[in-house]
């Protein structure tokens, strides 16, 4: 197989690393992701690098920490002059481009005080986290919001409506036809309105292989971002996928009453959320599951439709396909929905890599048990393309020699994640002031520290629990790894990459090569001799 000419980075969003056939489902088949993995190399330990869309979703952009980029929440913009990989692609020659959803949001300040149009070719290029937006399409459009260039797609068909998003794709109707709407998880068991071919994921698809057909005629090298809405909420498929899964495919719950009943503060909050109440319900999961698990079994015939279109094309074995999420969700485990916590159904995300070149055929249709982070995908990419990632930018590193058979020596052994739930009710519930309502998680592969500002850490031994039901954070017998992961910790948030107008090279050069006494600054030298000695040393 050649190298790489191409990148295709799919990425579904909540969609959860288990789901999948090739983890062992036991009913959700998933033949063509499993095909991926047959040609790749599947990593069973990637994580993300805060467990909510925006802020993870910031983490792969940038190949940073969601304490070095700054964006916590969805919403919050990514700051004017914060480095992404659409930037670093860009310096190499290579189109970044974006077909589905990002969760970007513009620094509109940032832009006005440098008197940037947000509609210029910068302003676009920095609004869109360094994409060239094909079709951006964020996902959720409840009436109110801007429509997005779908709703124009479903009316072009006669699919009319004041909201057709809302009222055709992501609503079903009763016998008499009245409006039964996709938000509510009481109505997940029923079809969306639209035909199949014509709901969000092959809409996506259709529109990434628009794309494809346009950069064979421009030429250039090109990465493109298909981020796929689903199986994200609202939780409704249309048919067949509506009808393919029931309540006697969905798995038991993974909970224990004993979570319930000594539950640390922060955990217990959210498991008293709105969400989680519902979601914990078995009712609940008996309608959202079904749905959920045919939403990726489109994603899955999807999938299919992509491979072949790239195989007709000549494209397959020169384009590295990398399939992902951007976090998990819940589904009532642990009494939880959505997916704010770091239990492994929420932080954890399927990752599978499949690199066309001749140097990873050895490693075709494996699993790698490395502990991986979603900040590595950025440092891969560049490389891929020839390019140097920049490391004093980059915290991320790239999967290449993973890919290819090698297990670096000096591999990370400690991953990281955070949350901020300032936004959210938590926050009250608690009592905790704004700059406090952080959670961080340091995950050695064994150990799971969640460090909780303001209350006691959390602490999982996935070796003898691997289901994380018991809480070991006040067992006095984990008192040395408690404290062994806090100094991992500690020694990871005392040193972020935040030098990045200055390159590691450039610091080496100043001290290796005398930068200051060559540019005639001579601090501190005693005489003419002195000095004479210091000039023939370092060659001047």
Not at 161 to 187: I, K
Not at 285 to 305: F, H, N, S, T
Not at 333 to 359: C, N, R, Y
Request: hydrophobic share 35%; with cysteine.
């Amino acid at each position: 197989m050649p190298h790489a000419k191409n990148i295709i980075w799919i990425m579904c969003d909540q969609l959860r690393y288990d789901y999948l056939g090739c983890t062992g489902h036991k009913t959700l088949k998933t033949p063509n992701i499993d095909a991926l993995a047959a040609r790749g190399v599947r990593f069973s330990r990637a994580y993300v690098q805060s467990p909510i869309c925006g802020p993870s979703r910031m983490s792969f952009y940038t190949g940073r920490y969601m304490r070095s980029h700054g964006s916590h929440w969805n919403g919050w913009p990514l700051r004017i002059g914060e480095p992404t990989l659409g930037d670093h692609l860009k310096k190499i020659g290579v189109r970044n481009v974006l077909v589905g959803k990002t969760h970007m949001a513009p620094d509109l300040e940032g832009l006005k005080s440098l008197g940037i149009a947000p509609d210029s070719i910068i302003g676009v290029h920095v609004s869109e986290c360094g994409f060239e937006p094909w079709e951006r399409d964020d996902g959720l459009h409840p009436t109110g919001r801007p429509r997005p260039r779908y709703d124009a797609y479903l009316r072009e068909r006669g699919f009319e409506a004041p909201n057709p998003w809302e009222q055709w794709a992501n609503s079903g109707e009763d016998a008499e036809g009245a409006l039964q709407n996709g938000w509510l998880l009481v109505h997940s068991d029923k079809a969306a309105r639209i035909p199949e071919e014509h709901s969000e994921t092959p809409y996506m698809t259709r529109r990434a292989m628009d794309f494809i057909g346009d950069a064979e005629q421009d030429g250039r090298p090109w990465c493109l971002h298909l981020s796929y809405i689903k199986p994200h909420w609202p939780y409704i498929a249309p048919e067949p996928y509506a009808s393919m899964y029931g309540a006697g495919d969905v798995q038991p719950a993974i909970r224990s009453h004993k979570e319930r009943q000594q539950a640390h503060p922060v955990f217990a909050a959210y498991m008293d959320m709105r969400y989680s109440r519902n979601m914990a319900r078995d009712e609940a999961r008996e309608k959202v599951i079904p749905a959920y698990m045919g939403l990726i079994k489109q994603i899955d015939d999807q999938v299919g439709a992509l491979m072949q279109f790239l195989q007709a094309r000549g494209l397959l074995d020169s384009t590295m396909i990398v399939f992902t999420s951007d976090h998990g969700d819940y589904l009532g485990d642990h009494w939880m929905g959505e997916k704010d916590l770091f239990h492994d159904q929420s932080a954890k995300i399927p990752l599978i890599v499949v690199d066309p070149s001749g140097a990873a055929d050895t490693t075709r249709g494996t699993v790698s048990d490395a502990l991986v982070e979603a900040i590595d995908l950025a440092p891969t990419f560049i490389e891929v393309f020839g390019g140097t990632p920049p490391d004093h930018i980059l915290e991320g590193r790239s999967l290449l020699p993973l890919l290819r058979g090698e297990r670096p020596a000096d591999w990370r052994k400690v991953l990281f994640s955070e949350y901020d739930y300032s936004m959210q009710d938590v926050r009250l519930k608690l009592n905790q002031p704004i700059e406090r309502c952080r959670l961080f998680m340091a995950f050695d592969g064994r150990w799971k520290y969640i460090h909780a500002s303001g209350f006691r850490p959390m602490l999982y031994d996935l070796l003898s629990d691997p289901q994380e039901f018991s809480d070991r954070g006040e067992d006095p017998a984990c008192a040395g790894e408690i404290a062994r992961l806090q100094a991992a910790l500690l020694d990871w948030a005392l040193h972020p990459k935040s030098h990045i107008t200055t390159s590691n090279a450039r610091i080496a050069a100043y001290a290796d090569q005398q930068l200051q006494v060559k540019a005639g600054v001579l601090i501190g030298i005693w005489d003419e001799a002195e000095l004479a000695a210091i000039r023939q040393r370092i060659g001047i």
